[in-house]
């Protein structure tokens, strides 16, 4: 655990010459350069989904600004495989997105993401998330930018 004040490097060795010439080989054999992943991630965002989320007490749920310094234009450190790394940062593209027509997406509220169908009479929820707090939100999220509708049927897969 970081301590406050204290830098990664303070608490972790650095990484090994083999996986440093690993993850060099890994970042020569990839298209990083290529930025198309980051657009495809982005395709469909209506809204930034919150960084941070608290139950009605006040203790934090979720909190993805404590991997800021998973910033999409930062480069891997030697100690983490670069694909990891940039996956790490798609990862971080959180919101609701229209993926198509009536079907719509919360992603990076939870571990998972929830689904949101537009149907004839309702909503159709797929995967409602892990938590109370983040699936409010996420339904919360969603109903700032489309219409309320109620929820007909929910489906865990």
């Known amino acids: 655990m970081i301590m406050e004040g204290q830098k990664m490097n303070d608490i972790y060795k650095p990484a090994h010459p083999a996986t440093i010439a690993s993850h060099r080989a890994m970042k020569g054999a990839l298209p990083f350069a290529d930025r198309q992943d980051f657009e495809d991630a982005r395709r469909g965002l209506i809204a930034p989904a919150p960084r941070k989320l608290t139950n009605p007490e006040g203790r934090v749920v979720w909190d993805t ?52 169908i537009e149907g004839d009479t309702g909503l159709i929820i797929i995967d409602p998330v892990t938590s109370v707090e983040t699936a409010k939100a996420c339904i919360e999220l969603y109903f700032e930018h489309r219409p309320h509708r109620p929820v007909v049927a929910v489906i865990y897969s």
């Open 65 to 116: 600004e404590v991997y800021s310094f998973v910033d999409e234009h930062a480069q891997a450190p030697d100690t983490v495989n670069p694909s990891l790394w940039r996956q790490a940062q798609l990862n971080m593209i959180g919101g609701l997105f229209n993926v198509c027509g009536r079907v719509y997406q919360v992603r990076g509220l939870d571990l998972s993401n929830m689904t949101i």
